[in-house]
C-alpha cells in the first residue's frame, strides 16, 4: 500500500477523487483512512480549495461546482430528472395561494407542471416562466420587469426587487446551483443571489428542487443557510447522510 504520508501529490490526488465520487469529506475521517495528521490533511484541502477543486467548510470540504453557463445551454440538461421533481413540487401547491416561481430550468419545468384547472396567482421574474403560466387560464400572472440578465434568464435588478417587496408569497420555488449542509443554498452570480434572498424574506414557505448533481456541492454566494429551506425536493438516490443532514435543519425532504 502506498505511504501517503510521503507522498503529498498521490494523496491529494486520491482527496480530489474522494470528493468527486461523493462530494464531500471530512477531515479526521481521511486522517485515519490514509494515516497522516489531520493538519496534514487540512493543509491537502486548502492547496486543493485554491485550484477550485473544493470549499472548506468545518470539519472538511464540500466539492465546488463548475459555472454551468447561460440558461439556453441547460434547458435540456438532466430534463426527465427535472420533470419528475417539478411535477412533486406542483403537487405542494395550495388552491387559490400566491406563489413565487424563481427563473431556471427546473423551476421552468415547476411551471408547466401546476395544473392548468388550479386558481392561483404566481408572480415571476422570467419572461419564459411567464410565457407558460398565460397557458393556464386560472392563472393570475405576474411579471416583475427591468433587465432580463442572460445568465439566469430573470429579472434581479432594483426594480424587480422593489416590486417583489409589495407581495407577500405563501410559498416561492427557488433556483440553485448547489446545496449542501454546512453551506446551504448556494449560486453564481451575485446579483441573482441577492435578489433570490430578497424572495426568501418575502415567502411563508421556502421550495428548493434539486437535481443530484447539485448535492452535496458549493457555488460561490449563499443564497440561503439550511435552517431557511422549509422544502426540498430532490430525486430518490440522495445518500442517507445527506438527507439525515438536512433533517437535523428542520427541511421536509420529498423525494422523486
Given at each position: 500500500?502506498?505511504?501517503?504520508?510521503?507522498?503529498?501529490?498521490?494523496?491529494?490526488?486520491?482527496?480530489?477523487?474522494?470528493?468527486?465520487?461523493?462530494?464531500?469529506?471530512?477531515?479526521?475521517?481521511?486522517?485515519?483512512q490514509l494515516k497522516?495528521?489531520?493538519?496534514?490533511?487540512?493543509?491537502?484541502?486548502?492547496?486543493?480549495?485554491?485550484k477550485g477543486v473544493?470549499?472548506?467548510?468545518?470539519?472538511?470540504?464540500?466539492?465546488?461546482?463548475?459555472?454551468?453557463?447561460?440558461?439556453?445551454?441547460?434547458?435540456?440538461?438532466?430534463?426527465?430528472?427535472?420533470?419528475?421533481?417539478?411535477h412533486k413540487c406542483?403537487?405542494?401547491?395550495?388552491?387559490?395561494?400566491?406563489?413565487?416561481?424563481?427563473?431556471?430550468?427546473?423551476?421552468?419545468?415547476?411551471?408547466?407542471?401546476?395544473?392548468?384547472?388550479?386558481?392561483?396567482?404566481?408572480?415571476?421574474?422570467?419572461?419564459?416562466?411567464?410565457?407558460?403560466?398565460?397557458?393556464?387560464?386560472?392563472?393570475?400572472?405576474?411579471?416583475?420587469?427591468?433587465?432580463?440578465?442572460?445568465?439566469?434568464?430573470?429579472?434581479?435588478?432594483?426594480?424587480?426587487?422593489?416590486?417583489?417587496?409589495?407581495?407577500?408569497?405563501?410559498?416561492?420555488?427557488?433556483?440553485?446551483?448547489?446545496?449542501?449542509?454546512?453551506?446551504?443554498?448556494?449560486?453564481?452570480?451575485?446579483?441573482?443571489?441577492?435578489?433570490?434572498?430578497?424572495?426568501?424574506?418575502?415567502?411563508?414557505?421556502?421550495?428548493?428542487?434539486?437535481?443530484?448533481?447539485?448535492?452535496?456541492?458549493?457555488?460561490?454566494?449563499?443564497?440561503?443557510?439550511?435552517?431557511?429551506?422549509?422544502?426540498?425536493?430532490?430525486?430518490?438516490?440522495?445518500?442517507?447522510?445527506?438527507?439525515?443532514?438536512?433533517?437535523?435543519?428542520?427541511?421536509?425532504?420529498?423525494?422523486?
Amino acid at each position: 500500500m502506498l505511504d501517503y504520508a510521503a507522498f503529498p501529490k498521490e494523496r491529494q490526488a486520491l482527496i480530489k477523487q474522494i470528493l468527486l465520487d461523493s462530494g464531500r469529506v471530512v477531515c479526521n475521517e481521511l486522517a485515519a483512512q490514509l494515516k497522516v495528521s489531520e493538519h496534514t490533511i487540512r493543509r491537502d484541502l486548502h492547496e486543493l480549495s485554491k485550484k477550485g477543486v473544493c470549499k472548506k467548510v468545518y470539519g472538511g470540504a464540500v466539492i465546488a461546482l463548475p459555472e454551468a453557463g447561460d440558461i439556453s445551454g441547460r434547458r435540456d440538461l438532466n430534463r426527465d430528472k427535472k420533470s419528475s421533481i417539478a411535477h412533486k413540487c406542483a403537487q405542494l401547491v395550495k388552491h387559490g395561494s400566491c406563489i413565487f416561481i424563481d427563473s431556471g430550468t427546473t423551476n421552468l419545468a415547476i411551471a408547466d407542471a401546476l395544473p392548468a384547472d388550479m386558481a392561483l396567482t404566481v408572480v415571476t421574474n422570467s419572461a419564459e416562466i411567464a410565457v407558460i403560466l398565460l397557458k393556464k387560464p386560472l392563472f393570475e400572472v405576474i411579471m416583475l420587469g427591468g433587465q432580463i440578465q442572460r445568465a439566469s434568464g430573470g429579472c434581479v435588478g432594483t426594480s424587480a426587487v422593489t416590486q417583489l417587496k409589495g407581495v407577500m408569497f405563501d410559498q416561492g420555488f427557488i433556483g440553485g446551483c448547489a446545496m449542501a449542509p454546512e453551506t446551504g443554498l448556494t449560486g453564481f452570480d451575485y446579483a441573482d443571489c441577492e435578489f433570490k434572498k430578497a424572495i426568501i424574506g418575502q415567502c411563508n414557505e421556502t421550495l428548493v428542487g434539486l437535481t443530484a448533481d447539485k448535492i452535496p456541492a458549493v457555488a460561490r454566494y449563499v443564497v440561503a443557510d439550511s435552517s431557511q429551506i422549509d422544502v426540498m425536493v430532490v430525486e430518490e438516490n440522495i445518500s442517507r447522510e445527506y438527507y439525515s443532514a438536512f433533517r437535523e435543519h428542520d427541511i421536509r425532504i420529498y423525494t422523486v
